[in-house]
């Protein structure tokens, strides 16, 4: 599985950026999709993810400000950042996660992950 992930750039705060990540190769059985971050000096964190059921799940700090989707079709997951602040500069990566038959009975949950895309939000 290859991902591959746009939209990140420059900003002033109060601004919006898109992010959009992209599954190829063999991305079947996808269960969950999201982006994480991670800024210098920290740990890598997770910002948004969506997962089958269509629900999605947000980082305490990016509620209200980022929405994620994604097109099943096309095996893409997006991040819509609204209202961005200084705090937000980061790499941000997009993570996908499939949900395979381990052949006995059970499964296994395999993760891939993009490249990563700058996003700096300056003040």
């Known amino acids: 599985v290859q991902l591959q992930a746009s939209g990140g750039g420059l900003v002033q705060a109060g601004g919006s950026l898109r992010l959009s990540c992209t599954a190829s190769g063999s991305a079947f059985n996808i269960n969950y999709m999201g982006w994480y971050r991670q800024a210098p000096g920290k740990e890598r964190e997770l910002v948004a993810g969506?997962?089958?059921?269509?629900?999605?799940n947000y980082a305490n700090s990016v509620k209200g400000r980022f929405t994620v989707s994604r097109d099943n079709a096309k095996n893409a997951v997006y991040l819509q950042m609204n209202r961005l602040k200084p705090e937000d500069t980061a790499v941000y990566y997009c993570?996908?996660?499939?949900?395979?038959?381990?052949?006995?009975?059970?499964?296994?949950?395999?993760?891939?992950w993009g490249q990563g895309t700058q996003v700096t939000v300056s003040s």
């Open positions: 969506i997962g089958n059921g269509g629900t999605p």
């Open positions: 993570n996908v996660e499939l949900r395979e038959s381990d052949y006995e009975g059970g499964y296994e949950y395999p993760e891939f």
